[in-house]
């Protein structure tokens, strides 16, 4: 099982992106060591504070943000970074070759049930000049050079894209060495299993309430099969079962917060997740238009998200072009 270091060389994968990739996931393995040792560190709860989105900061959202953006500005290698925990990006190295955007800790609202929780990465190559703005991040996910998540379960597991298909890896501890276990990750294209928060039904447009009513029906019903419900309440845990089995996941624009086009984040949520998930045979929609392709105006812009099994997709989004 070659590493992580050693399966990126065979890709041929530019050493300096390689290198950069190394310094995320090694940051990542000393997030991963503070979650085992959480209880006893009196890092859980809350960090008595808000985030730009209003949300309340866990402890562990603003340590795990700090340990990213110093391993990043170590690295030397990144000319700037955007993170969910901070307002604006941060200038780093200014002859660094990457932009990288991050979600630190994804699904923090399972830290305290110890549950599963995960960092998602998206780095682009950065632009040709000195002083780094939000407006530099502001690129379509599809020209995107690698993203990936690394998630924090039972294992601690590595999914990553450099364009060159998705792989998955896994944590050997003893070594400190991510593992390559799947080198060509495939999502099945149909699938009988679906992820929502059923709970905001009432608020979804009529579209979704129809695809999943449909689904509910099961096999007297229009889909003729009967379907699965699984929801993680962290998109990290619901892109990993899909990544591993197939399914569909939907986070989709609700009249709760009509003002907001979704929950999700395209720059350092959905992006990823999309990039991750097409490389894989999946596809990665809004409603209507594929994410990749979305033309990003804010770098905490939110997006609803349609992803997994190819075919699944492609029957929840024509609910929604009816
Ligand atoms: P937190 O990081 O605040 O827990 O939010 C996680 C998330 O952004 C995404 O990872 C989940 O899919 C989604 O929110 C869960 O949302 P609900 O709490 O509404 O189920």
Known sequence: MPTLAEHLNSQNVPDRLSALL?????????????????????????????????????????????????????????????????????????????LVLFDPLDGSSNIDINSLVGTIFSVYAAPDKDNIADADFLRPGHEQVAA????????????????????????????????LFDDKVQIPVDTKEFAINASNQRHWAAPMQTYIADLLKGETGPREKNFNMRWVAAMVGDVHRV????????????????????????????????????????????????????????????????????????????????
Not at 62 to 85: H, P, Q
Not at 159 to 179: A, D, H, K, N, P
């Open 22 to 98: 190394g310094d995320i996931t090694d940051c990542c393995q000393d997030i991963a060591a503070l979650l085992r040792h959480g209880p006893m560190n009196d890092i859980l709860g809350l960090a008595g504070a808000e985030n730009v989105q209003g949300e309340d900061q866990k402890k562990l959202d603003v340590i795990s943000n700090d340990m990213l953006k110093d391993a990043l500005a170590k690295s030397g290698l990144v000319k700037g970074i955007a993170s969910e925990e901070e307002e604006h990006c941060v200038g780093s190295s200014k002859d660094g070759d990457f």
């Open 243 to 322: 990544l591993s089995r197939g399914g569909i996941f939907t986070y989709p624009w609700d009249k709760k917060n009509p003002n907001k086009a979704g929950k999700l984040r395209l720059m350092y949520e959905a992006n990823p997740m999309g990039f991750l998930v097409e490389q894989a045979g999946g596809k990665a929609f809004t409603d209507t238009i594929r994410i990749l392709d979305v033309a990003p105006d804010n770098i905490h812009q939110r997006v609803p998200v349609i992803l997994g099994s190819a075919h699944e997709v492609d029957i929840c989004v024509a609910y929604h072009k009816t």
């Open 148 to 179: 990936g998540y690394v998630l924090y379960g039972p294992s601690v597991m590595l999914t990553l894209t450099t364009g060159q298909g998705t792989q998955m890896y896994m944590l050997e501890q003893s070594r400190g060495e991510f593992l």
